[in-house]
């Protein structure tokens, strides 16, 4: 009979830890899920302000941010880009057809304002005196002028303003043309061939204001 009663005890005692046992375990799981979805484990993703705007290029200043707060947990990712951009074109005063001189250019270049912020060099005296007086230099008051304010036509000129012949643009078009400074004239390529026999770079020339220039019959044959 004793050994009767021990053996239900021992039954009951054992039931008892078996349950404590697992309410324990619960409440441990329990915790653990807390401390999962607890906002301090589950931080969104944070922007810095945005720096400084950079120096003005080609008409253009960028801004750059990095992330502050990286994400964590099922916080959420940051969004957007880490730059932004801002024109910052400005005519400085000229107006459509003025000569100007860029500051710091010490080629001597003379350019004219076009319109819309952009310019082009005036290629020799020559056309220069054509606009503005035989030597009438005077006409250039803006000597000191920030091109890197405005939209430079001529940029992709491989040989730069100057003399010699070279390969032109006159407007965003695929048509590219052979330009002679001396005679002041040009003529279109009929063909990629006859273009790279005049000039190996023909595909980089950049747009200048051809309202000047007189245009001659077009080049047919492969220069020798």
């Known amino acids: 009979m004793e050994n009767s009663k021990l053996v239900v005890l021992l039954l009951i005692a054992g039931i008892a830890y078996y349950i404590m046992n697992e309410n324990n375990k619960t409440n441990v799981k329990k915790e653990e899920e807390t401390i999962q979805e607890t906002p301090d484990n589950n931080i969104d993703c944070e922007w810095s302000e945005y720096g400084e705007w950079s120096e003005c290029k080609d008409g253009k200043q960028i ?21 932004k951009s801002q024109s910052c074109y400005d005519s400085q005063g000229l107006s459509h057809g003025e000569p100007f001189m860029c500051k710091g250019d010490n080629t001597g270049a003379v350019n004219r304002y076009m319109k819309e912020n952009s310019y082009s060099w005036i290629p020799n005296p020559e056309t220069f005196y054509s606009w503005y007086g035989q030597d009438n230099w005077g006409a250039i008051k803006k000597r000191d002028i920030d091109c890197t304010k405005l939209i430079n036509l001529n940029k992709n000129v491989p040989s730069g303003p100057g003399s010699g012949k070279k390969s032109i643009k006159c407007d965003s078009g695929p048509a590219v043309y052979n330009f002679d400074s001396e005679t002041q004239s040009y003529a279109h390529y009929i063909n990629p061939d006859v273009a790279s026999s005049y000039d190996p770079l023909w595909g980089q020339s950049g747009i200048i204001d051809c309202s000047y220039l007189t245009q001659k019959d077009p080049l047919i044959e492969i220069k020798r």
């Open 63 to 83: 801004a750059t941010r990095t992330i502050k707060t990286p994400k964590s947990g099922s916080g959420k990712d940051c969004t957007g880009e880490n730059t």
